[in-house]
C-alpha cells in the first residue's frame, strides 16, 4: 500500500512537472509567431498561407513543425556564425524547442486573456511608415512562355532634386519575376522607346534602355533596405524611372502591375550620397561554366580598393545551379574579413542583408569570395535532368556569380553608426510597459534586478553603443542577482525583456 501511494504521488509529481513545462499558446508560442512569422504569414503578405491566431498554427502544426526545425522558416539563408546582420530572422534553440514540445502536447492554448493581440498589417503589402512617392508599371499581360527581359520608364514630377531614403519593390508577380532592377535615365531615351510599343513597356524586340544611376534591385525574397540617418541615393529633377524586369518562363497570360514606393529626405538633412552597385561580379578562374554532371568552384578576386567604403547592406546572386557563396575581404596587411557566408543558396531567398553597424572596408583591400555550383542530379533545384551544361548568362538557364554592394564613401566615424533598430531600441532609457528595480546602482560587483507579476525572457546590459556586454536567459525569478563584476567602469542600459515581447530599460551606472 505505501508503496502504491508514493507511486501515486510520484506521478502525480511528474504530471505536474511536466504539465508546468509544457508552454502555451497565449503566454509563450502566440508570440514566437508573431515577432518571426506573421509578417509574410497574413492576409495579402508574401506566404501562401496565414498564421496569425492559435487555429492558423493549429491547422498547420505538422508543417510549422517541421518548417522550424529544419531551420527553413522564418528564411535566413546567410549563416548568422558568419556574420550577424539587422533584423537577423534566426529561431533561437529555445523557441524551436517550445514549439516542438507544445505541438506534440496538444498545443494548449493557456488563457487567451494573457495572449498578446495580433500584429496589424498594411493590405498593400508596404512595410514603410511612411511613403512619399509611388511609382507603378501600366499592367503589362505577359505575352511570351520564354524567360523575358522587359523595360519599363515612368516619368516623374520632382521639380527639384530628392534624395531617397528608403526603396521598397512590391513585385506585382513574385512567384514570376527574377528580379526587378531600378534604375533612373536622364536623357528620357527610355521613356521615348517605351513609347514605341503599345504595350506597356518593351524588350529588345524594340530598344535598348539608357540608364544613368543603379537605384535597387528586388530578387525573390527581396526586402527593404534602410540608410542611415541624412543618407540618400540623389534622384535629379527631370529622371525618368527605368525598371528592367526579369519574368521567368511559362507565365503567358499572367498581369504584372510592380511599384515601388519611397520615403525621401528633406535636402537640408542629406549628408551622404548612397550607391548601388555590383563590386563583384567575374570569377578569376571562369569563365563561368558549369559542365553537365560537375561541380565546380569559382573564386573572385577585385583589385585593390581604391577608397575606403563604407558598407550599409550585401545581396549576393546566383541562379538554380549555384549551391554556395561566401564573400570575405583581405586588408592590406592580409588579414581576412568576414562579408557574408550562405552556405547553402536558396534562389527563392535573395535579401540585402544590413550589417549591424555601417560596415568600413579600408582602401587597398580586395574583395573575394567563393561560389560552388553543383550542376548534376543532386541539386534539387537543378532546372535541367538530366543535366546539361550551363553557361554564364541573363536568363533562368543560365548562371550568375555577382554579389551587390550598397555602400557609401567612408567618413571617419562611419564604423560607429548603428544600423541594428533593434540594439538602437535598447539604448534608450524607457519604462513603457512595466516597471522593474535595480540596485544598487551605481554598482561595483553584485546587482539586484527585480520585476514582479511577469515571465522574463531575458535581462540584458548593453554599451552605449547598443553592443550588449551581458545577457541571461535562463534561471529568471521575480528578484535576480547578477554578477557584474568584470564589466568596465561606465555607463549601460539594462533591458528586460518578457516572453510575451514586452521590453523596459533603464540607465545602469557601473563604478
Ligand atoms: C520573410 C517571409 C516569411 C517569414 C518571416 C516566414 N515565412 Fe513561412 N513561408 C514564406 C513563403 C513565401 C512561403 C512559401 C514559399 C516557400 O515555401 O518557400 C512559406 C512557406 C511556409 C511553410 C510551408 C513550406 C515549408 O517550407 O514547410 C511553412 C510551414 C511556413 N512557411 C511556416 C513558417 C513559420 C512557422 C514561420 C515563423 C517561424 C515562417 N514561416 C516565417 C514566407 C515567410
Same mark, same amino acid.
Given at each position: 500500500?505505501?508503496?502504491?501511494?508514493?507511486?501515486?504521488?510520484?506521478?502525480?509529481?511528474?504530471? +505536474?512537472?511536466?504539465?508546468?513545462?509544457?508552454?502555451?499558446?497565449?503566454?509563450?508560442?502566440?508570440?514566437?509567431?508573431?515577432?518571426?512569422?506573421?509578417?509574410?504569414?497574413?492576409?495579402?503578405?508574401?506566404?501562401?498561407?496565414?498564421?496569425?491566431? *492559435?487555429?492558423? +498554427?493549429?491547422?498547420?502544426?505538422?508543417?510549422?513543425?517541421?518548417?522550424?526545425?529544419?531551420?527553413? #522558416?522564418?528564411?535566413?539563408?546567410?549563416?548568422?556564425?558568419?556574420?550577424?546582420?539587422?533584423?537577423?530572422? !534566426?529561431?533561437?534553440?529555445?523557441?524551436?524547442?517550445?514549439? @516542438?514540445?507544445?505541438?506534440?502536447?496538444?498545443?494548449?492554448?493557456?488563457?487567451?486573456?494573457?495572449?498578446?493581440?495580433?500584429?496589424?498589417?498594411?493590405?498593400?503589402?508596404? !512595410?514603410?511608415?511612411?511613403?512619399?512617392?509611388?511609382?507603378?508599371?501600366?499592367?503589362?499581360?505577359?505575352?511570351?512562355?520564354?524567360?523575358?527581359?522587359?523595360?519599363?520608364?515612368?516619368?516623374?514630377?520632382?521639380?527639384?532634386? +530628392? *534624395?531617397?531614403?528608403?526603396?521598397? !519593390?512590391?513585385?506585382?508577380?513574385?512567384?514570376?519575376?527574377?528580379?526587378?532592377?531600378?534604375?533612373?535615365?536622364?536623357?528620357?531615351?527610355?521613356?521615348?522607346?517605351?513609347?514605341?510599343?503599345?504595350?506597356?513597356?518593351?524588350?529588345?524586340?524594340?530598344?535598348?534602355?539608357?540608364?544613368?544611376? *543603379?537605384?535597387?534591385?528586388?530578387?525573390?525574397?527581396?526586402?527593404?533596405?534602410?540608410?542611415?540617418?541624412?543618407?540618400?541615393? #540623389?534622384?535629379?529633377?527631370?529622371?525618368?524611372?527605368?525598371?528592367?524586369?526579369?519574368?521567368?518562363?511559362?507565365?503567358?497570360?499572367?498581369?504584372?502591375?510592380?511599384?515601388?514606393?519611397?520615403?525621401?529626405?528633406?535636402?537640408?538633412?542629406?549628408?551622404?550620397?548612397?550607391?548601388?552597385?555590383?563590386?563583384?561580379? @567575374?570569377?578569376?578562374?571562369?569563365?563561368?561554366?558549369?559542365?553537365?554532371?560537375?561541380?565546380?568552384?569559382?573564386?573572385?578576386?577585385?583589385?585593390?580598393?581604391?577608397?575606403?567604403?563604407?558598407?550599409?547592406?550585401?545581396?549576393?546572386? $546566383?541562379?538554380?545551379?549555384?549551391?554556395? &557563396?561566401?564573400?570575405?575581404?583581405?586588408?592590406?596587411?592580409?588579414?581576412?574579413?568576414?562579408?557574408?557566408?550562405?552556405?547553402?543558396?536558396?534562389?527563392?531567398?535573395?535579401?540585402?542583408? @544590413?550589417?549591424?553597424?555601417?560596415?568600413?572596408?579600408?582602401?587597398?583591400?580586395?574583395?573575394?569570395?567563393?561560389?560552388?555550383?553543383?550542376?548534376?542530379?543532386?541539386?534539387?533545384?537543378?532546372?535541367?535532368?538530366?543535366?546539361?551544361?550551363?553557361?554564364?548568362?541573363?536568363?533562368? @538557364? /543560365?548562371?550568375?556569380? %555577382?554579389?551587390?554592394?550598397?555602400?557609401?564613401?567612408?567618413?571617419?566615424?562611419?564604423?560607429?553608426?548603428?544600423?541594428?533598430?533593434?540594439? %538602437?531600441?535598447?539604448?534608450?532609457? &524607457?519604462?513603457?510597459?512595466?516597471?522593474?528595480?535595480?540596485?544598487? /546602482?551605481? !554598482?561595483?560587483?553584485?546587482?539586484?534586478?527585480?520585476?514582479?507579476?511577469?515571465?522574463?525572457?531575458?535581462?540584458?546590459?548593453?554599451?552605449?553603443?547598443?553592443?550588449?556586454?551581458?545577457?541571461?536567459?535562463?534561471?529568471?525569478?521575480?528578484?535576480?542577482?547578477?554578477? +557584474?563584476?568584470? %564589466?568596465?567602469?561606465?555607463?549601460?542600459?539594462?533591458?528586460?525583456?518578457?516572453?510575451?515581447?514586452?521590453?523596459?530599460?533603464?540607465?545602469? $551606472?557601473?563604478?
Amino acid at each position: 500500500m505505501k508503496k502504491i501511494f508514493t507511486s501515486v504521488i510520484l506521478l502525480a509529481f511528474i504530471w +505536474v512537472n511536466s504539465n508546468a513545462q509544457i508552454p502555451d499558446w497565449s503566454t509563450r508560442i502566440a508570440s514566437i509567431i508573431y515577432n518571426n512569422c506573421s509578417s509574410c504569414h497574413h492576409a495579402g503578405g508574401i506566404a501562401p498561407f496565414a498564421l496569425m491566431n *492559435y487555429s492558423d +498554427v493549429n491547422g498547420a502544426a505538422a508543417a510549422v513543425l517541421d518548417a522550424v526545425t529544419q531551420h527553413r #522558416m522564418p528564411p535566413w539563408p546567410a549563416d548568422p556564425s558568419y556574420m550577424h546582420f539587422t533584423n537577423e530572422a !534566426v529561431l533561437e534553440q529555445s523557441e524551436i524547442d517550445d514549439i @516542438t514540445t507544445w505541438i506534440n502536447n496538444g498545443m494548449p492554448q493557456g488563457n487567451l486573456a494573457l495572449a498578446p493581440d495580433a500584429p496589424v498589417y498594411d493590405v498593400s503589402g508596404s !512595410v514603410l511608415d511612411t511613403i512619399d512617392y509611388t511609382v507603378q508599371i501600366a499592367p503589362y499581360t505577359l505575352q511570351y512562355n520564354t524567360d523575358e527581359y522587359r523595360f519599363f520608364a515612368m516619368h516623374t514630377n520632382f521639380s527639384d532634386t +530628392v *534624395y531617397v531614403s528608403k526603396i521598397e !519593390v512590391i513585385a506585382g508577380l513574385p512567384e514570376v519575376i527574377h528580379h526587378a532592377d531600378i534604375y533612373y535615365d536622364l536623357s528620357g531615351q527610355t521613356f521615348i522607346t517605351d513609347q514605341l510599343d503599345p504595350l506597356s513597356g518593351f524588350n529588345n524586340a524594340t530598344g535598348t534602355m539608357n540608364t544613368d544611376k *543603379y537605384m535597387n534591385a528586388w530578387q525573390p525574397g527581396g526586402n527593404v533596405v534602410e540608410y542611415p540617418h541624412g543618407w540618400g541615393i #540623389m534622384v535629379p529633377p527631370g529622371a525618368d524611372f527605368v525598371f528592367e524586369i526579369h519574368y521567368g518562363p511559362g507565365h503567358i497570360g499572367e498581369t504584372d502591375t510592380t511599384k515601388m514606393n519611397l520615403q525621401f529626405i528633406p535636402a537640408d538633412e542629406v549628408e551622404r550620397q548612397v550607391h548601388v552597385g555590383w563590386l563583384m561580379n @567575374t570569377p578569376i578562374n571562369g569563365p563561368l561554366m558549369i559542365p553537365a554532371d560537375s561541380v565546380k568552384v569559382f573564386n573572385q578576386v577585385t583589385a585593390p580598393l581604391g577608397n575606403d567604403l563604407s558598407v550599409i547592406s550585401i545581396c549576393p546572386h $546566383m541562379h538554380h545551379i549555384g549551391v554556395s &557563396y561566401r564573400v570575405w575581404y583581405e586588408d592590406a596587411t592580409g588579414d581576412s574579413i568576414p562579408l557574408i557566408d550562405i552556405p547553402e543558396w536558396d534562389f527563392h531567398w535573395q535579401k540585402y542583408y @544590413t550589417y549591424q553597424y555601417v560596415n568600413h572596408i579600408p582602401a587597398g583591400s580586395t574583395l573575394r569570395s567563393e561560389g560552388v555550383y553543383d550542376n548534376t542530379v543532386n541539386n534539387l533545384d537543378n532546372p535541367n535532368n538530366p543535366p546539361v551544361n550551363v553557361y554564364s548568362g541573363p536568363y533562368t @538557364t /543560365n548562371e550568375m556569380f %555577382l554579389c551587390y554592394f550598397i555602400y557609401a564613401y567612408y567618413q571617419p566615424g562611419d564604423e560607429n553608426i548603428l544600423l541594428d533598430s533593434s540594439l %538602437l531600441i535598447s539604448s534608450v532609457e &524607457y519604462e513603457i510597459d512595466f516597471s522593474f528595480d535595480v540596485f544598487p /546602482n551605481p !554598482v561595483s560587483n553584485e546587482l539586484m534586478v527585480n520585476c514582479y507579476n511577469q515571465n522574463l525572457h531575458s535581462i540584458s546590459i548593453t554599451d552605449v553603443l547598443g553592443r550588449n556586454v551581458f545577457i541571461q536567459k535562463e534561471n529568471l525569478n521575480e528578484t535576480n542577482s547578477l554578477d +557584474v563584476h568584470e %564589466l568596465a567602469s561606465g555607463i549601460y542600459f539594462i533591458t528586460v525583456k518578457t516572453v510575451d515581447g514586452k521590453a523596459s530599460c533603464k540607465k545602469l $551606472m557601473k563604478l
